[in-house]
């Protein structure tokens, strides 16, 4: 028990939910791939017999022993009868693309130009109603919703919804269309409801902002909050993950000169291949005299913003 100790937390072994709908196996065998492929167990640690893994978590041998066969079908360890369980996975530290630092739209976009992109949806559309609060928005106005996933070599990292304001024509542009004109756009965006593979096309040939600003949208203020999601299984599937993952989760919200919101990002980044970066910087030391008081402060903090793309080891 006490070589148990060493390869696990008590948080590790208390982390297993019997009330779960994820079978304990499988949480097993997450928990197990996790500390491999993050080199805590490293190539050739014998892992513990199917015995001591259920005494250990509480669970049965035939869940154990499940979990153990999953990792081996996965070439992450290696079963031999007499000798154990050994790690065959050689971790490596991953290299990272790194783009340049986001400390504004213009850095966004070169990351978007440095990825690929899958767009699911892009069109106008009504918004749910936790979203459309948010806009100064007519009882019957749509936004216009893009949906897509981005990758690097092939491995998606992110996944995007935003919703967006002020794209919708002209009333007077749509009130004038003839019966026969069922598509009508703005500088190539659709604006009807069965337009949608043609937005698609555009946005897989120009970054979302890129494609904003040629609107003549702008934005004046910015405001993101990051936080932690458990992954959906629709969302997990489009990343690459288990189900119930957590997931780097970041919303930014832009708005106009008029302080209000014209667009709404929600951001899901897979864990293991995204990283967000925020340096700090203090300005130097100043003096400044008050009150005849000599005293030292700091102008400024720099703050910029940045992120890795985690590329295949």
Same mark, same amino acid.
């Given at each position: ?44 640690? *014998?892992? &513990?017999?199917?015995?001591? %893994?259920? +005494?250990?978590?509480?669970?049965? @041998?035939?869940?154990?022993? #499940?979990?153990? !066969? ?27 693309? *790194?783009? &340049?630092?986001?400390?504004? %739209?213009? +850095?966004?976009?070169?990351?978007? @130009?440095?990825?690929?992109? #899958?767009?699911? !949806? ?192």
């Amino acid at each position: 028990m006490d070589g148990l100790k060493a390869l696990f937390s008590a948080r590790d072994i208390e982390s297993l939910q019997h009330e779960s709908h994820t079978p304990l196996y499988h949480q097993m065998y997450m928990l197990l791939k996790k500390s491999i492929c993050n080199g805590t167990l490293t190539l050739g640690t *014998q892992l &513990p017999t199917e015995y001591q %893994l259920a +005494d250990a978590f509480n669970v049965s @041998r035939i869940t154990a022993k #499940r979990a153990l !066969d999953d990792l081996s079908a996965e070439g992450l360890v290696e079963r031999r009868r007499g000798k154990g369980t050994h790690v065959i996975y050689k971790y490596q530290t991953p290299s990272a693309s *790194q783009p &340049p630092i986001i400390d504004d %739209l213009h +850095d966004i976009e070169t990351i978007a @130009r440095q990825s690929d992109v #899958r767009v699911i !949806d892009a069109s106008f559309r009504h918004a749910p109603a936790d979203v459309k609060g948010e806009f100064d928005t007519a009882e019957n106005e749509l936004l216009f919703q893009t949906v897509r996933v981005r990758s690097k070599d092939g491995r998606p990292f992110a996944h995007y919804t935003s919703w967006t304001k002020g794209l919708d024509l002209p009333r007077s542009s749509a009130e004038n269309m003839s019966s026969t004109e069922n598509v009508s756009s703005i500088d190539g965006l659709n604006h009807t409801e069965d337009s949608s593979e043609l937005n698609i096309e555009l946005l897989r040939s120009k970054p979302r902002l890129e494609i904003l600003r040629n609107l003549g949208i702008y934005f004046d203020n910015i405001e993101q909050t990051l936080s932690a999601v458990i992954a959906s299984s629709p969302i997990a599937d489009e990343l690459e993950i288990e189900p119930g993952q957590a997931l780097l989760s970041l919303t930014r919200r832009s708005y106009g000169t008029d302080g209000k919101l014209i667009d709404r990002l929600d951001a899901l980044y897979h864990p293991e291949r995204f990283c967000y970066k925020i340096n700090i910087k203090p300005e130097p030391m100043i003096n400044s005299i008050s009150a005849g008081k000599k005293t030292m402060r700091r102008e400024n903090v720099v703050v910029s913003e940045g992120i890795d793309i985690r590329e295949p080891a």
